[in-house]
């Protein structure tokens, strides 16, 4: 219903090609949305920015990157408004812009010292969504396999609130993440494991932390799929029916929760922090990717390395492909344990196969703890 409402709205019925000037006035409403939050996290830095990224930021170049926010959104504003009927997209960039230089725009000072506590992770949620934006949409509007399918297809607000949920409490979901890892190491800790491996050249370690990863993924996913009371969970990540680059975020807590700390256990037994930096930004670049509409591949690589078509696999209701490509790196690991699945085609169709879950967010949240999967 929000979403019709934000549809009809913002929406019209004119082309949204290249040039119509539909492109703009997404940009510059996007731009504005982000360079308006930026100065509240200036404004509030105690309460929303995350204090494991504060002592991170470059701040001139937050700073610039702000100005250039606010400067995009009015200038693609003007374009769009210039170029449209229906003019409150770029309006509405325009405005956030000129509200963000209004509140002091990115040379609003902090001048209070930080310290820990609770925060909302603005700051967080508005970085990631900008940068995974920046690298992922444009492939899918250059290079589609399903070019009907838009950037604003059905059940996008959804999954932005699913992106939004993963990001805001930033500090809740990271203790949630990391506390069976850390019982793991405090139990398990392997002293010569490690030294042996930090021996390693740090492109082999990081390799190798890619592939105990990616094991450790395959059984806690396929658990995932066959413990009917894990899988009610699981259903939440399977409900799309249209795959793009934030399908990926649409996932339960507990879902993501059981991944993640499973798949940091085994790597915190005897793998460095940088390399497990390093895998914590390959996991989100490359599951991100392997959700998106992009229809490229490289024939000779897609049997070592999970390209979209292979996940997209994983994620089709066609019966011949239930329970299939449980790993999310490396489709070897499926052939080793007999559930790959790759004909050279793509899906016909994506979602669950004869049974529905709860429409929204809270209700897909709170119904999975409470009551089964209801059949089609
Ligand atoms: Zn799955
Ligand atoms: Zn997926």
Redesign the pocket.
């Given at each position: 219903m929000i979403e019709q409402k934000i549809n009809e709205f913002f929406g019209d019925t004119e082309s949204t090609g290249f040039g119509t000037g539909w492109w703009s006035g997404i940009l510059s409403a996007f731009f504005g949305f982000l360079s308006f939050g930026g100065v509240l996290c200036l404004h509030f830095p105690q309460l929303l920015s995350s204090p494991e990224l504060r002592p991170h930021y470059p701040m001139n170049t937050m700073r610039i990157l702000i100005q250039c926010l606010i400067v995009a959104a009015i200038l693609f504003g003007i374009i769009s408004t210039i170029k449209r009927k229906k003019k409150i997209l770029g309006l509405t960039g325009m405005l956030l812009a000129i509200a963000a230089t209004a509140l002091g725009g990115s040379s609003v000072q902090i001048n209070s010292t930080l310290h820990d506590g609770p925060v909302i992770g603005l700051d967080w949620f508005l970085l990631d969504l900008f940068l995974m934006a920046l690298i992922y949409v444009p492939l899918e509007r250059l290079w589609p396999q399903y070019p009907k399918q838009g950037t604003f297809r059905n059940e996008w607000t959804l999954d932005v609130v699913y992106f939004m949920s993963t990001h805001l409490p930033i500090q809740i979901l990271s203790f949630l993440v990391l506390l069976p890892a850390t019982q793991a190491t405090r139990y398990l800790s392997v002293p010569v494991l490690q030294q042996f491996i930090a021996r390693l050249p740090w492109f082999l370690q990081f390799f190798l932390a890619v592939v105990v990863a990616d094991i450790a993924e395959y059984f806690i996913h396929l658990a995932l799929h066959k413990v009917p009371f894990l899988w009610r969970f699981h259903a939440v990540?399977h409900s799309s029916k249209a795959l793009d680059w934030i399908a990926?975020s649409r996932s339960h807590f507990v879902d993501d929760t059981l991944v993640r700390g499973f798949i940091l256990a085994p790597l915190m037994l005897g793998f460095s922090q940088s390399i497990m930096v390093a895998y914590l930004i390959f996991v989100t670049l490359h599951?991100t990717w392997?959700?998106c509409n992009f229809a490229p591949n490289v024939k000779w690589l897609e049997k070592f390395l999970v390209m979209p078509r292979y996940?997209h696999w994983?994620?089709t209701s066609q019966k011949e492909a239930t329970d299939k490509n449980f790993a999310i790196h490396f489709p070897w690991i499926d052939k080793i344990f007999g559930t790959y699945y790759y004909p050279d085609t793509w899906p016909e169709s994506y979602g669950l196969d004869g049974e529905q879950i709860a429409p929204g967010f809270l209700k897909q949240t709170i119904e999975p703890f409470i009551k089964r999967n209801k059949p089609l």
């Open positions: 990540h990926g599951a392997t959700h996940h994983h994620h």
